[in-house]
């Protein structure tokens, strides 16, 4: 089977090229990619109209495996959290995942194993059995490795496999019971703080760490502009740490709580508008290498409660570009940039084969267009859960088609 897309802006953040031309899949790989490609015999032929077509988005933060929403955001890979109702701690779990994914008519999902056992923080997970199995980082998710001993041992035993720690950017003891950005308005609103402190020193801890190590840290959401500068200083020193943050950090500051809003809940919290900035910069320069959704579907009975007691997490797959890209429309950070922290970063730190248009790889593709206003509402959604602080925000460029292994997963006209 031969599918040849033509009239397309092919824009591959790989290698940062972007022209004009066409792109043929044949037999869920890319065949050939130029200008005027003869189209083979009996293939099925789609006309892009313009409309960018680049890898498709690969996720490194879900919560959850929310195919159908997935696909909708141009998301061709997720990359599982191991906080699931079976903890993924051993390559068995790790294994059972993988299968469903190849088996399945969906995107592809690879889990994070937990990088200690049981999530304890106190001994480091069998770490290289799960790699075997196709797990493709570690992670405590949102806990940090608080021991430093333990998370010294953690990087000595993963760098022996080549495997990559993500590292929660947050000290337990200063978050503590928290769930606000400690500012003005959480002393307003009587609302238990966390300091942009606990970040910070998070990731000046585990920079000495990796310095020691000689092996890489990436903290999964950075969400302060002191967090941001930690990030810079430790890269210029030449330590191997690299980082994420969400969309949410850089549309929103903790005024969105105002009014008690649970929806704007998250981990850890949003914060100044001085952080936000300072977020947004920090992609820009390259000191912030990822987007990610953060993808957390939760239902209403636990959202809807007293904000202390209400649930934290959005859901973030089908907002995740056109979110990305408004700091893109604003002038702030040029597109080629937010592709490569969605897509091909991803991709390099995660050593998958995708996340590139380079002939002979996976055709794992995003078609859409970047100029397109739509507005966001939550009822549309196709995830199960609707909840997110951006529901009827008027957003600018949208998914048109998405495509994992040659087959349409997605098709905004269908």
């Avoid at 840290?217 to 502009?225: C, I, M, Q, T, Y």
Wanted: charged fraction near 20%.
């Amino acid at each position: 089977m031969a599918t040849l897309y033509k009239n397309a802006r092919l824009i591959d953040p790989s290698n940062e090229t972007d022209v004009k031309g066409d792109l043929l899949v044949e037999n869920g790989l890319i065949a050939e990619i130029g200008e005027n490609i003869t189209t083979p015999e009996g293939a099925e032929i789609v006309d892009c109209k313009g409309r960018i077509l680049s890898p498709g988005i690969i996720d490194m933060r879900s919560h959850s495996v929310d195919s159908a929403a997935a696909a909708a955001g141009g998301i061709t890979t997720v990359i599982l959290q191991p906080n699931q109702t079976t903890l993924i701690d051993s390559d068995a779990v790790v294994e059972r995942i993988r299968r469903r994914s190849e088996d399945g008519n969906s995107v592809r999902v690879y889990p994070m194993g937990a990088a200690t056992q049981g999530m304890s923080g106190e001994q480091v997970a069998e770490i290289g059995q799960m790699q075997e199995s196709g797990a493709v980082a570690f992670t405590d998710c949102n806990k940090a490795v608080s021991n430093p001993l333990v998370m010294r041992r953690l990087l000595e035993y993963s760098g022996y496999f080549g495997a990559l720690i993500v590292q929660y950017a947050q000290d337990a003891s200063l978050a503590a019971d928290g769930f606000a950005h400690e500012g003005e308005l959480a002393t307003r609103l009587g609302l238990a703080g966390i300091p942009a402190a606990a970040e910070v020193i998070q990731i000046e801890r585990d920079a000495r760490l990796s310095e020691l190590t000689g092996s890489p840290v990436h903290f999964a959401l950075v969400s302060s502009r002191e967090g941001v500068e930690a990030v810079r200083r430790a890269k210029a020193q030449g330590i191997k740490i690299t980082c994420a943050t969400a969309p949410h950090y850089l549309m929103l500051n903790d005024n969105a709580l105002e009014g008690y809003r649970t929806f704007a809940k998250v981990l850890p919290p949003l914060r100044s508008e001085e952080d936000r900035l300072a977020l947004i910069a920090g992609l820009a320069d390259g000191t912030i290498d990822v987007m990610v959704s953060d993808h957390n579907p939760k239902s209403a009975d636990v959202k809807r409660l007293p904000l202390g007691q209400a649930a934290a997490g959005i859901v973030g797959a089908e907002t995740l570009l056109a979110l990305t890209l408004s700091v893109v429309h604003s002038g702030k950070v040029e597109l080629m940039t937010a592709l490569k922290a969605l897509i091909s970063t991803p991709a390099q730190l995660l050593k998958l084969p995708y996340g590139t248009l380079k002939k002979g790889a996976p055709a794992d593709l995003m078609i859409f267009d970047a100029e397109k206003p739509w507005r966001i509402l939550s009822e549309e959604f196709k995830s199960v859960a609707k909840n997110t602080p951006f529901d009827t925000v008027p957003v600018q460029g949208q998914v048109w088609r998405t495509i994992v292994g040659g087959k349409t997963l997605f098709n905004q006209e269908a």
